[in-house]
């Protein structure tokens, strides 16, 4: 069965950092683009980082940009989520997820057909 395994997530004060890792038990996800995606309770679940599969393109969403790096190693067959100077309003279930294509547009959700079981950021003001 095909997984993707999200850790790291935890408890932080507000201009803390955490580091996401999402890795998956499928090799050839390694050559898919991979994504970030966050829920907070009451709310959509809305793109926060995505990156290609080589690592030459990343993409954030505009509330993140600047504290937020997403990187890969495929190698390991694992991406990561830095997160920096966080906010209470970072807080949220992170889920990584393995983009369908090779390539596209990288924020909408429904284009990605595999996802983690999500790993909880809270962010303490």
């Known amino acids: 069965q095909v997984q993707l395994v999200e850790s790291g997530g935890g408890l932080v004060q507000a201009g803390g950092s955490l580091r996401l890792s999402c890795t998956a038990s499928e090799r050839t996800f390694s050559t898919y683009p991979k994504g970030w995606f966050r829920q907070a309770p009451g709310k959509e679940r809305e793109f926060v980082a995505a990156?290609?599969?080589?690592?030459?393109?990343?993409y954030y969403a505009d509330s993140v940009k600047g504290r937020f790096t997403i990187s890969r190693d495929n190698v390991k067959n694992t991406v990561y989520l830095q997160m920096n100077s966080l906010k209470p309003e970072d807080t949220a279930v992170y889920y990584c997820?393995?983009?369908?294509?090779?390539?596209?547009?990288?924020?909408?959700?429904?284009?990605?057909?595999?996802w983690g079981q999500g790993t909880q950021v809270t962010v303490s003001s």
């Open positions: 997820a393995k983009y369908k294509d090779y390539s596209g547009s990288y924020g909408l959700s429904y284009e990605y057909d595999y």
């Open positions: 990156i290609s599969w080589n690592a030459g393109m990343t």
